[in-house]
């Protein structure tokens, strides 16, 4: 993945591009994801792997580089966001996964 | 005529004032007195404003509409953008913005084949409070901000940024007004948010990119720094380094300085900064 692959009509983008811009949607982010997704019109796929943060096939699906840890952030918070943070572990985790 | 006194570039990874506390002290101390040197260097030119140019990051420009370039018109801007207050963990400020200046730079680009976008509404991020709150802590300098496209391809090329630059520093000192004025790229150097190396830093190819800049032959400097290579060295970041040819254009190509350099993994960041001899 990469920013040459990006999609920039991916409803995912949409979502995560606005989301960052706007506290009420955070709060949806947070207490109702199935209806956010559902209203930006997420794919069956997309919707299952920003389920579960799966940044690593939200990219192959075309979801901007730049917004892979700003997912993290908004399932683990954006503060004090060290190597050994909530954040960055999960971003570890779901990126690193597969890596030999 | 306004007066360019000072020409810079910098990095802008928020770790540098959001965990600076997680790198080892030598790098804490590196990366302190670097900014402090250039922050001195910066106020010891008087600046009126300082015209900034930076990635944007996708904060303000969405997906459907990405301009290459976007001048920020305001008499006065509020940052950080509130997601971002605590990531960046810099506490909100504002600072005066110049709006004829801005104006002005849209205006006579426009005359000079380069369409740039303008508003009043910019949010923004680590982009410019990274950078000023180290070099102007007080946020006493005017700034007009020009957000730049650094990540969604198509981006402006080397050669383009360069233009950019010079035709931009052509139409600041042909403002009529007695002000002096700096120019100062913010981002880079190496880093992947968003990539698998996002935990690594590439300092075989941020020292390379340095020595680059100071040999003073900027078309080799467009030749050589590819926007491939700054993608090979990290994906989504490190091609923030095109703001930095924008200030090299300004600059009239001359030799940079290299001010310091921090390869900082705590910080997932080649974290430094360069000045031009005006």
Redesign the interface.
């Known amino acids: 993945?990469?920013?040459?692959n990006?999609d920039?009509?991916l409803p995912a983008?949409?979502l995560i591009?606005e989301v960052?811009?706007d506290?009420a949607l955070?709060e949806r982010f947070r207490d109702d994801l199935e209806g956010l997704m559902r209203d930006y019109g997420l794919s069956e796929e997309e919707k299952a792997a920003l389920r579960k943060a799966d940044?690593k096939r939200l990219?192959e699906l075309g979801m901007?580089?730049?917004?892979?840890?700003q997912v993290t952030?908004l399932f683990k918070?954006?503060?004090?966001?060290?190597?050994?943070?909530d954040a960055?572990r999960l971003?570890?985790e779901k990126?690193?996964k597969e890596?030999a | 005529m306004a007066e360019i006194v000072s020409v810079l570039a910098v990095a802008h990874a928020?770790?540098a004032t959001?965990?600076l506390d997680?790198a080892p002290k030598h790098e804490q101390d590196a990366l302190l007195a670097g900014y402090a040197a250039m922050g001195e260097k910066l106020r010891a030119a008087r600046p009126d404003v300082i015209v900034g140019v930076a990635n944007d990051?996708?904060?303000n420009f969405?997906?459907?509409s990405i301009p290459d370039w976007c001048v920020g018109t305001a008499d006065r801007w509020r940052g950080p953008?509130?997601?971002?207050r605590?990531?960046v963990?810099i506490p909100t400020y504002e600072v005066a913005g110049q709006r004829e200046l801005a104006r002005h730079i849209v205006r006579e680009s426009a005359k000079r084949g380069f369409n740039l976008a303008f508003s009043d509404k910019l949010?923004f991020d680590d982009n410019w409070s990274v950078p000023l709150k180290f070099f102007t802590p007080e946020y006493n300098v005017p700034l007009v901000p020009i957000h730049m496209n650094c990540?969604?391809?198509p981006l402006p090329q080397p050669e383009r940024c360069y233009e950019f630059g010079r035709m931009l520093a052509e139409v600041v000192r042909a403002w009529p007004s007695q002000a002096r004025v700096a120019i100062m790229g913010t981002g880079g150097l190496s880093h992947d948010?968003?990539?698998?190396r996002?935990?690594a830093v590439d300092e075989k190819f941020d020292r390379w990119f340095l020595e680059l800049l100071g040999t003073g032959d900027p078309k080799k400097v467009v030749r050589e720094a590819t926007i491939e290579k700054m993608?090979a060295a990290g994906?989504?970041g490190t091609?923030e380094l095109l703001a930095w040819i924008v200030a090299l254009g300004a600059a009239g190509g001359r030799a940079a300085t290299t001010d310091f350099y921090v390869p900082s993994?705590?910080l997932?960041c080649g974290m430094g900064g360069v000045s031009w001899p005006l």
């Open positions: 993945m990469s920013i040459l990006t920039k009509t983008n949409k591009f960052r811009r506290a955070r940044i990219g901007h580089p730049y917004f892979l840890p952030r918070g954006a503060g004090y966001n060290h190597n050994e943070s960055a971003y570890a990126m690193l890596k | 928020p770790g959001g965990w997680k990051h996708l904060l969405p997906m459907e953008a509130e997601w971002f605590d990531w963990n949010e990540v969604v391809p948010p968003g990539g698998p996002y935990f993608i994906d989504g091609v993994v705590p997932r």
